[in-house]
Structures are given as structure tokens and as C-alpha cells.
């Protein structure tokens, strides 16, 4: 196959530019997709021009001006004509090469919004797709068809990828064969990949590009659960046995409160999926209203009476693994079973205590953080790894886990994700959801409001102080480790309260991420005490330990956060038989920003917050910014939830019936997902 340099006929430095963005083989070239599209079938005149709506015109320079502001740019004007004589004007700022280049009387191609302002139509910043002083040329190049706009990367701008996959575009044919099963091709109506690659880069029409983009998220989806769903072809298939229910029964005599009904269903699956004969692959979700450690305790109770088998509790942070083992030591302690706390922080003489009683079956279950995912942690006998917050963790950890021991894999949230997230990033899993409110939650009473609203708050919330009552403010956090002007503005809105608030006897105090865990430790227990009546914070709160007589969140900046994570600060509070309430502050003036918040007035569903947040925000708002980089998913695919289980299910049906080495184009596309490299050969 001819290099790159030779197929492009460019030059070293393109070719560097281009290898950087991951395009080294004519092949990568071809994938390299459009960003959007012109659809220039339709050239409107101005008459045709609606507000704010894009639109293609074909037009006529009459007249060209030049003017420097006040502030010295400068400012370029064309008077523009179409060919019923209709008037309009584009406007663009520091762009002085558009005098020399752009001729008077050139017939110019602008797409972008226009706005009608003073009595006539005004571009702003216009695109400037063609410009020719002979108007048959320029027609014949790009009139009448769909035009692909590619991103820019670098030097290299879109119309060089534009120009060279045109010139190229002939070439797919000797390039590719096609590498999906046929009969998928034929059940699913898909477009051939030679057919795909040539409507997803100049379509013939609308419908066809519609059909090419359908392939290639098929074609994603598809390879992509292939390479998550390959571990059941390592799980051994045993004989079913039969699950022993009083187990569970004589545990839940230990609890001083009666489990929902959505808990004790989800448990029954749990076992149920335990005693299959298949290795369990479970996604459990909840609404942040649960406690979720105790469907984790009760599925490891049973796992170790039964089975007498290891299990590791898998956590994000040390600050959970702790709250996690302290919750779970109440009841396995009087059960003479042995827990034991493995961090990145355990000293290490300690830890290797810890990891010889793990080899040599002396500690029952194992609360760990990601941190020590390592080699050397060997068990004797793991049978079930509970991953809590598995938003946190990548594939890659997941995949490591699963292909050293194979064990049972229950995973948590208590962010609820939209259905169809789920199944597109959790492939292998069976989900289940826990959608019912305990019965002593209150609904938590959500206001958006304005900042002078905020401060004339403080009445009532020195009101509900003397009542004994608490008070969370939480400033934004933009990134996952806290910058200085994160801790910056909490500090600032710190002495902002305390001056509020000046003389009335009530104690502030400040939290943020860059305290020590000893310094957090004792804010908390100061505030759980009512020693500290107000606390402002970053995010951090967000993984504290309930404080039932906090009452009122208060979300300061709050259009910086999407609604799944408002929804987790917001049921900080609601944790007693008080009425309970969370006011979103904001300062921005944007209708979209403002509609959104208003979404949490509405809804107390995290589920259906979830999904809005899926539509308006993407998909990293919901799963969090450590998998952004690894799901490179259109949104309209994840929306799709038909192609989702259509996908997942072929997938499953190749990997279930060994079918991979039937199809060795597939096999090859699947093995070349680097990190599942070993486990495919």
C-alpha cells in the first residue's frame, strides 16, 4: 500500500500533522469524517432569509467599506446583492485580506445566520465558502450538492481535506473490503463499507447520508461491544444451583429498618444471577435518595455464608472506602468475619500484612481504592468484586479486573444513568434499578433564584438555624483536583456569609479539597456536631457523610453544573422527617441555561434528570470527565435504544457461538483495540 505522503502527494510537514491526529495510512485518511455539512441543493436569495436560521445565499459584492473602532479593529462591511436586486450586508472584524482578495462585483458563496437589524438583513462573521469572478466555474464546483465541512487540524484547513478526498475519493474501492458479517449487512439494511465511505464524505442526497452515518454508528457500537462483551467468552460455565433464601432472611432480621421492595428485588436478582451458572456481570443503579452499601452488605453476607468465598469491595476515593468499611464492620464485626481497609495511603508494612492474609485466606472481604489495582494484590479465593461509583473507573480497570480473577462483578452508581448510556458503556452488564423512595423521604422544595434573591435569604435561613437547622452553600468545582481559584471562590464566598451574617452568634466554616483528611475529618465532625451552623464548600461535600439535621442547599453559580450533579448535591439534605430545601443560585442571563435549571423544580427523578442532562449537556456530564476520551460515541447512537440492544445482542451472539474466527476481517478490526489485544491473540 502506498505511505501517506505518496497517496495525498503532500509534504513531510502535513504528513507529521496529520500522523499526530491519528491519520497514518490512506485507510485512516478515508476515516477521517466529515464535522457537518453544507447542504448547498437549496441557494437561497435574501427574500428567502429567515432570523437566526443558516442558510446559503449567492450573492454579488456592490460595495466594499472599511472602518477602525474606536478600540482600533477593524472593521470590513460588504454590501451584498442578490440576483433580484435585494439587499444585505456582511460584516466581519479584523479581517483585512478580505479588501485584497474579495473583488467588487465578485459573486460571493456566504453561509451563517443573519439577523435582521434596523430595517435590513446583516451577516455577522459569515463563512465565506467561494469566491469567483466567474460565477459558471465556481457553480459547477459547489452548487447543488451536500458539501462535507471538515474539522481543521492545525495548519490544515478544512477545505485541503475538502479538495484531497475529492481527488482521492475514486480510490475506496482498491482500498477496502467489506469486514462486518453479511448477514448483518442484509437483516439490518446497511450500506456496504464502499458505499458508506462515499456518502459520508460527498452524499448523493439527504437519505443517503442518512444511511451512511446509521452504518457507521452501527458499525461502532458493534465493535465496540464486541471488545466489552469478549470477556464471557473466558467465563466457565457451570451448572445452576439453588439459592438458600433464609440466608438473607436471618440478615435481614439484623436491620433495625424494613428494605423497599425495589431492594429486596434487586437482591433476588443478584443471587439469582449468582447461582446461574454464568459468571454475574450486574450494573445496579439508584437514585442518591438509597443507601447503597446495604444491598452490597447483604449480597457479601451471602456470598461469604454460602460459599465461604473472598470478596473485594471496590472504592474511588479513601474517603468512601473508609465510610464504606465502617458501615459494613457494624454488622460483620458481631459475625466474627474479618474486613480489612487496603488504600494508597496504608502504610506499608501494613499493606503487606493485608496482601499476605489475602493470599493466604485470612480476610474475608477487602474494602480497596483503584490505587492499588496492581499485580501483587493476590487472592486465594475471590469469587464477587462490588465496584461502587463505577463512573469513576475506566474500562480498562474493569477489563483488568474481570480477565485476572473472572470473578462475580456487581457494579454501583448512585448516579442515575440513562438507559441507553448504560447499555452502550456497560455492554457486558445486566442493569438494574432501584426507582423506589423510601418511605420516610420528603420531596426536597427546589427554587431557582437570582443573587440578590440569594441574600435576601439570610432572614430565613438564620430562622431555620435557631431552630436547629443546618446550612449547606457549595461553590462551583470546574475540574476533578481543586484549583486555587475553586478554593478561591469558596473563600470568598466564606467571607461573604460571615459578613451577612455578622453578629447573630452563628458559627461559618469553610471545606474544600486542598485540607488535609484529618482537617476535613474535623470540619465534618464539628458540623455533624452543630457546632458549625453554616458550611461553605466546594464539591467536596459531595462524598461526606449524611448529616440529617442539614436542611437547606444552597448552589451558588449553579449553570456550571449539569442537573445530574446538582441532583447529588441537592440530597445532601432531605435526610430527616424536616421539609427540606435546595436553592440554585445563578447570575447568567442566558434563556437556555436558565430553562435547564428550571428542569429541577420539576423533576425529582434523577433518572429523568439524567436524560435531559444526556440531551443538552453530552454524555460526560453523566459519566464524568475520566471516560470522556474513551467513549468517542455519537449522541445520536447513545440515544438510540433499539440500535443499542440491536448491536449488543448481535455482538453477543458471535462471542456466545465462538463466531469471531469465522469472520477474520472482524477479528482483526476487534484485536487492533490495543488494551484487548492479549486477551484476543
Known amino acids: 500500500m502506498q505511505n501517506l505522503k505518496q497517496f495525498l502527494k503532500t509534504t513531510d510537514r502535513y504528513v507529521n500533522i496529520l500522523s499526530e491526529n491519528g491519520i497514518k495510512t490512506p485507510r485512516d485518511f478515508f476515516f477521517n469524517f466529515p464535522r457537518t455539512y453544507e447542504d448547498r441543493t437549496e441557494i437561497k436569495t435574501i427574500q428567502d432569509l429567515q432570523e437566526w436560521v443558516k442558510a446559503v445565499v449567492?450573492?454579488?459584492?456592490?460595495?466594499?467599506?472599511?472602518?477602525?473602532?474606536?478600540?482600533?479593529?477593524?472593521?470590513?462591511?460588504?454590501?451584498?446583492?442578490?440576483?433580484?436586486?435585494?439587499?444585505?450586508?456582511?460584516?466581519?472584524?479584523?479581517?483585512?485580506?478580505?479588501?485584497?482578495?474579495?473583488?467588487?462585483?465578485?459573486?460571493?458563496?456566504?453561509?451563517?445566520?443573519?439577523?435582521?437589524?434596523?430595517?435590513?438583513?446583516?451577516?455577522?462573521?459569515?463563512?465565506?465558502?467561494?469566491?469567483?469572478?466567474?460565477?459558471?466555474?465556481?457553480?459547477?464546483?459547489?452548487?447543488?450538492?451536500?458539501?462535507?465541512?471538515?474539522?481543521?487540524?492545525?495548519?490544515?484547513?478544512?477545505?485541503?481535506?475538502?479538495?484531497?478526498?475529492?481527488?482521492?475519493?475514486?480510490?475506496?474501492?482498491?482500498?477496502?473490503?467489506?469486514?462486518?458479517?453479511?448477514?448483518?449487512?442484509?437483516?439490518?439494511?446497511?450500506?456496504?463499507?464502499?458505499?458508506?465511505?462515499?456518502?459520508?464524505?460527498?452524499?448523493?442526497?439527504?437519505?443517503?447520508?442518512?444511511?451512511?452515518?446509521?452504518?457507521?454508528?452501527?458499525?461502532?457500537?458493534?465493535?465496540?461491544?464486541?471488545?466489552?462483551?469478549?470477556?464471557?467468552?473466558?467465563?466457565?460455565?457451570?451448572?445452576?444451583?439453588?439459592?438458600?433464601?433464609?440466608?438473607?432472611?436471618?440478615?435481614?432480621?439484623?436491620?433495625?429498618?424494613?428494605?423497599?421492595?425495589?431492594?429486596?428485588?434487586?437482591?433476588?436478582?443478584?443471587?439469582?444471577?449468582?447461582?446461574?451458572?454464568?459468571?454475574?456481570?450486574?450494573?445496579?443503579?439508584?437514585?442518591?435518595?438509597?443507601?447503597?452499601?446495604?444491598?452490597?452488605?447483604?449480597?457479601?453476607?451471602?456470598?461469604?455464608?454460602?460459599?465461604?468465598?473472598?470478596?473485594?469491595?471496590?472504592?474511588?476515593?479513601?474517603?468512601?472506602?473508609?465510610?464504606?468499611?465502617?458501615?459494613?464492620?457494624?454488622?460483620?464485626?458481631?459475625?466474627?468475619?474479618?474486613?480489612?481497609?487496603?488504600?494508597?495511603?496504608t502504610k506499608a508494612k501494613e499493606k503487606d500484612r493485608i496482601k499476605q492474609d489475602l493470599r493466604e485466606w485470612n480476610v474475608d472481604l477487602v474494602v480497596w481504592t483503584h490505587a492499588i489495582i496492581q499485580d501483587d494484590v493476590i487472592f486465594k479465593n475471590l469469587w464477587l468484586i462490588i465496584v461502587d461509583e463505577q463512573h469513576k473507573f475506566w474500562v480498562k480497570q474493569r477489563v483488568k479486573l474481570a480477565s485476572q480473577w473472572n470473578p462475580h462483578m456487581l457494579q454501583m452508581t448512585a448516579t442515575p444513568i440513562p438507559r441507553s448510556l448504560a447499555l452502550s458503556y456497560f455492554w457486558e452488564f445486566e442493569n438494574t434499578i432501584i426507582d423506589e423512595l423510601p418511605p420516610w423521604r420528603q420531596t426536597i422544595y427546589t427554587k431557582v433564584i437570582s443573587e440578590s434573591e440569594y441574600e435576601n435569604l439570610f432572614p430565613f435561613l438564620i430562622n431555620k438555624i435557631q431552630q436547629g437547622q443546618q446550612v449547606y452553600i457549595v461553590t462551583p468545582l470546574i475540574e476533578e483536583s481543586e484549583k486555587m481559584e475553586d478554593v478561591q471562590s469558596a473563600f470568598e464566598e466564606y467571607e461573604n456569609v460571615k459578613k451577612l451574617l455578622w453578629n447573630n452568634g452563628i458559627d461559618v466554616w469553610l471545606m474544600h479539597g486542598r485540607l488535609k483528611a484529618d482537617e476535613k475529618e474535623k470540619v465534618m465532625k464539628d458540623f455533624k456536631e452543630w457546632k458549625i451552623q453554616i458550611l461553605v464548600s466546594t464539591t467536596v461535600i459531595e462524598v461526606w457523610v449524611d448529616v440529617p439535621q442539614a436542611t437547606i442547599m444552597i448552589i451558588k453559580n449553579a449553570e456550571r453544573f449539569g442537573l445530574s450533579a446538582l441532583h447529588q448535591l441537592r440530597w445532601r439534605?432531605?435526610?430527616?422527617?424536616?421539609?427540606?430545601?435546595?436553592?440554585?443560585?445563578?447570575?447568567?442571563?442566558?434563556?437556555?441555561?436558565?430553562?435547564?435549571?428550571?428542569?429541577?423544580?420539576?423533576?425529582?427523578?434523577?433518572?429523568?434528570?439524567?436524560?435531559?442532562?444526556?440531551?443538552?449537556?453530552?454524555?460526560?456530564?453523566?459519566?464524568?470527565?475520566?471516560?470522556?476520551?474513551?467513549?468517542?460515541?455519537?449522541?445520536?447512537?447513545?440515544?438510540?435504544?433499539?440500535?443499542?440492544?440491536?448491536?449488543?445482542?448481535?455482538?453477543?451472539?458471535?462471542?456466545?457461538?465462538?463466531?469471531?474466527?469465522?469472520?477474520?476481517?472482524?477479528?482483526?478490526?476487534?484485536?487492533?483495540?490495543?488494551?484487548?489485544?492479549?486477551?484476543?491473540?
Not at 478544512?158 to 479538495?163: D, E, G, T
Open 58 to 345: 449567492k450573492v454579488k459584492i456592490v460595495e466594499k467599506t472599511f472602518t477602525q473602532t474606536k478600540t482600533w479593529k477593524k472593521l470590513i462591511e460588504f454590501k451584498l446583492e442578490d440576483e433580484k436586486q435585494n439587499i444585505a450586508y456582511a460584516n466581519f472584524m479584523n479581517m483585512a485580506h478580505l479588501l485584497r482578495n474579495v473583488k467588487k462585483w465578485d459573486y460571493v458563496l456566504l453561509s451563517w445566520k443573519a439577523k435582521w437589524s434596523y430595517g435590513k438583513w446583516v451577516f455577522w462573521f459569515p463563512e465565506i465558502l467561494w469566491s469567483a469572478g466567474d460565477f459558471e466555474q465556481w457553480n459547477n464546483n459547489l452548487v447543488g450538492k451536500i458539501v462535507p465541512i471538515y474539522s481543521d487540524m492545525l495548519w490544515i484547513k478544512w477545505a485541503w481535506f475538502q479538495k484531497k478526498m475529492s481527488e482521492n475519493i475514486s480510490k475506496i474501492d482498491e482500498l477496502f473490503e467489506e469486514y462486518l458479517p453479511s448477514y448483518l449487512i442484509k437483516k439490518y439494511k446497511l450500506l456496504d463499507i464502499k458505499q458508506a465511505l462515499k456518502n459520508i464524505h460527498f452524499p448523493q442526497n439527504l437519505s443517503l447520508l442518512k444511511q451512511a452515518k446509521y452504518r457507521f454508528n452501527f458499525e461502532q457500537l458493534f465493535i465496540w461491544q464486541l471488545v466489552s462483551n469478549f470477556n464471557f467468552n473466558l467465563q466457565k460455565i457451570q451448572e445452576p444451583t439453588t439459592p438458600d433464601r433464609e440466608i438473607v432472611k436471618d440478615f435481614l432480621k439484623l436491620l433495625p429498618f424494613e428494605l423497599t421492595n425495589a431492594q429486596k428485588k434487586a437482591i433476588k436478582k443478584i443471587i439469582d444471577d449468582i447461582h446461574s451458572g454464568k459468571v454475574m456481570r450486574r450494573l445496579l443503579q439508584w437514585d442518591v435518595w438509597s443507601w447503597k452499601t446495604i444491598v452490597a452488605t447483604i449480597v457479601s453476607y451471602y456470598m461469604i455464608k454460602k460459599f465461604w468465598k473472598q470478596i473485594a469491595f471496590l472504592a474511588p476515593t479513601e474517603v468512601l472506602a473508609k465510610q464504606h468499611i465502617k458501615n459494613i464492620a457494624k454488622f460483620f464485626l458481631p459475625l466474627w468475619l474479618k474486613l480489612e481497609l487496603l488504600t494508597g495511603s
Open 573 to 681: 439534605v432531605g435526610r430527616n422527617d424536616l421539609k427540606s430545601y435546595c436553592f440554585l443560585v445563578t447570575k447568567s442571563k442566558s434563556w437556555e441555561s436558565y430553562r435547564r435549571l428550571k428542569y429541577m423544580e420539576k423533576y425529582a427523578d434523577g433518572f429523568k434528570l439524567a436524560e435531559i442532562d444526556l440531551q443538552t449537556r453530552g454524555a460526560g456530564t453523566i459519566l464524568g470527565t475520566a471516560q470522556s476520551g474513551e467513549m468517542d460515541l455519537p449522541e445520536e447512537a447513545l440515544k438510540d435504544i433499539q440500535l443499542l440492544e440491536n448491536t449488543r445482542n448481535e455482538a453477543r451472539y458471535i462471542l456466545e457461538n465462538n463466531l469471531l474466527d469465522k469472520y477474520p476481517k472482524l477479528k482483526k478490526l476487534v484485536s487492533e483495540k490495543s488494551w484487548l489485544t492479549n486477551l484476543i491473540g
